[in-house]
């Protein structure tokens, strides 16, 4: 998530009241998730595990809960929780917006768009040209929307990301403050959900057709022509190449990618990433054939068996 405007060091340690290290008039350009972040960018980092991985990213300005030693050309923003802190700046810069009308006035509607009726349109939401709402669609703020897109009833587009940390009093939430991205002639089916990034963009490629009753978790992209089935559930922060094929109720782990053109089939779970151009089956993930030579030597063992016994016999 990048800024309106350029910040000084000094003024989001105001925001926050912590105490910073390095130039006040150091400059911040925005705040992203360690996976986005580019040069300018506040990251948050509040476990030793992470410190390195942090302070050696791209982002040059470092929220973190000890003082350690700066890497050159760098910043630091000291807080005995940078979780909280984190969600102070993302309640600063992108607050929440309360809407009294069913399609905000910030809203841009393209040429030859139909939005049935029932449907929510947010605040700065943009949609392209020749597209169709079916009715009871909800497409929350900030969303961009492409040419010749259809949405069927009932499908949410830009719910908060499925992201907590514990504590003892319970789960506390990121905050989310990034935006779902569908570009041009996609399809997405009834009843779909598609979260928005924590701060960065949830995608999904121009041509790539998504099946009733899908999930797609927060800063996943999904690449150009991919076909989805029903009842997939696709974690946070997973790269789906184009021309994947993933069929009914796959599931995956976060963080994980699937190369181009691989087929996925049904009830799979894709517990790690996979290279493209082949077909996958199975939980753990395997190669199909592979798979289905086990599965059909497992149905031998009781064949087996009975050979042992009798040749005991």
Known sequence: ?????????????????????????????????IHVVTRGDI????????????????????LINKKVDCPEGKALLISDDPFRDFNKLTKHFRPFQSSNTAISESAVIGEGTVVQPNCFIGNNVVIGKECLIHSNVSIYDNTLIGD???????????????????????????LSGGRVVIENNVGIGALCTIDKGVTGDTTIGEGTKIDNQVHVGHDTVIGKKCLIASQTGIAGCVVIEDEVTLWGQVGTTSGITIGEKAVILGQTGVTKSVEGGKTYFGTPIEESREKLKQLANVKKIPEILNKLNKNDG
């Open 148 to 174: 010749n897109v259809i949405i069927h009833s009932g499908s949410v587009l830009g719910a908060d990301a499925f992201y907590y940390k514990k504590r003892p009093e319970g789960f506390d939430q990121l």
């Open 1 to 33: 998530m990048k800024f309106h405007k350029t910040h000084t060091l000094k003024e989001i340690a105001n925001i926050i009241q912590c105490e910073y290290v390095g130039d006040e008039r150091f400059p911040v350009h925005g705040m992203n998730e």
């Open 43 to 62: 990251v948050f980092v509040d476990h030793p595990k992470y410190y390195d991985k942090a302070l050696q990213s791209a982002a040059t300005i470092v």
